[in-house]
């Protein structure tokens, strides 16, 4: 069973950056499919981000394109989620989630990490 612990979250100003990372363990992620979501006061969950582990493919939501980029780490297991240009509306809870490829849903959840940019 995959286990996911996410960090990296904290309070960075508009315009800053932070990277998020999310470390995986229990077994490889090659049949996997990762996805970073985000879940703001009062919102619904929405995912920002996704990689095929594979071939690292990759997946962005309108609202991030240009300024978040995934990436993954085969010999670490672990999924990053550089943020730039944050924004206050980035403001969420991000979350690290696994679904397997063929599937589409996402099982296997971290515990999230809090992001507040302030303006």
């Known amino acids: 069973q995959v286990q996911l612990v996410e960090s990296g979250g904290g309070l960075v100003q508009a315009g800053g950056s932070l990277r998020l990372s999310c470390a995986a363990s229990g077994r490889t992620l090659s049949s996997f499919y990762m996805g970073w979501f985000r879940q703001a006061p009062g919102k619904e969950r929405e995912l920002v981000a996704g990689?095929?582990?594979?071939?690292?493919?990759?997946y962005y939501a309108d609202s991030v394109k240009g300024r978040f980029t995934i990436s993954r780490d085969n010999a670490k297991n672990t999924v990053y989620l550089q943020m730039n240009s944050l924004k206050p509306e980035d403001t969420a809870v991000y979350y690290c989630?696994?679904?397997?490829?063929?599937?589409?849903?996402?099982?296997?959840w971290g515990q999230g990490t809090p992001v507040t940019v302030s303006s």
């Open positions: 990689i095929r582990w594979s071939d690292a493919s990759t």
């Open positions: 989630a696994a679904r397997v490829i063929i599937t589409l849903t996402y099982k296997i």
